[in-house]
């Protein structure tokens, strides 16, 4: 996958082989078909396409990734800022755990993410959450 990123080829991994052009397909259609063929005939795999492989792929271990984004979500539902951390770590480790989330094709809007961090602060912040949230 990553030979097919740097030859920028990774359009493969994304998109289904165009239908075969016939005799009244566009020039464009035409090209965009020749083109995706080309690229997928210099890939080393066998006779299936890169958009094959990977979908094979998520089959494989779409459960796997079911599952760790469920616990990235449990994790941000009841993380919650430790006495004595300073607001930028907590902030920094909240950031890092939405990130998990959202290359875990997780979802969570911005302002559901603001309120999971109002959530996980400490009690010392509860003034503050109190003011935000009105």
């Given at each position: 996958m990553f030979v097919l990123i740097a030859?920028?080829?990774?359009?493969l991994l994304e998109e289904k082989c165009p239908e075969?052009?016939?005799?009244?397909?566009?020039?464009?259609?035409?090209?965009a078909y020749d083109?995706?063929?080309?690229a997928d005939k210099m890939k080393l795999e066998s006779q299936e396409t890169s958009y094959d492989?990977?979908?094979s792929l998520k089959g494989?271990?779409?459960?796997?990734?079911?599952?760790a984004r469920f616990e990235a979500i449990h994790t941000l539902q009841n993380i919650r800022m430790k006495p004595g951390t300073p607001v930028k770590?907590?902030?920094?480790?909240?950031?890092?755990h939405f990130n998990v989330?959202?290359?875990?094709?997780?979802?969570?809007?911005q302002e559901t993410q603001?309120?999971?961090?109002?959530?996980?602060?400490?009690?010392?912040?509860s003034q503050f959450t109190e003011y935000v949230i009105n």
């Open positions: 030859e920028k080829l990774d359009f075969e052009p016939t005799e009244t397909t566009s020039k464009s259609k035409r090209a083109k995706w063929i080309a492989i990977l979908e494989m271990f779409g459960h796997q990734s079911r599952r770590d907590h902030m920094l480790t909240m950031i890092a989330t959202e290359n875990l094709s997780a979802t969570i809007n603001v309120d999971m961090v109002l959530n996980s602060l400490s009690d010392m912040f």
